[in-house]
């Protein structure tokens, strides 16, 4: 996480682009660290329920 973080550092500071798109690269970049983070927590909630028993 930590080096993710590094990275949208680096490209926030630089405004870097990509070559084709010409977006921003942080705007990917951010995307998949979130999907990293809301993925942790559907697995998080999803092995409560199969502890609980609880699978509304």
């Known amino acids: ?3 993710s973080l590094q990275i949208l550092e680096l490209y ?3 405004g870097e682009t ?3 798109a010409r977006i921003p690269l942080i ?3 951010a995307a998949l660290l979130v999907g990293f983070f ?3 927590a559907a ?3 999803r092995a ?3 502890w609980t028993g609880k699978f509304d």
């Open 1 to 3: 996480m930590k080096q």
């Open 12 to 14: 926030w500071m630089s």
């Open 18 to 20: 990509s070559m084709g």
């Open 27 to 29: 705007y990917p970049h």
């Open 38 to 40: 809301l993925m942790a």
């Open 43 to 45: 697995a998080i909630v």
């Open 48 to 50: 409560r329920s199969y």
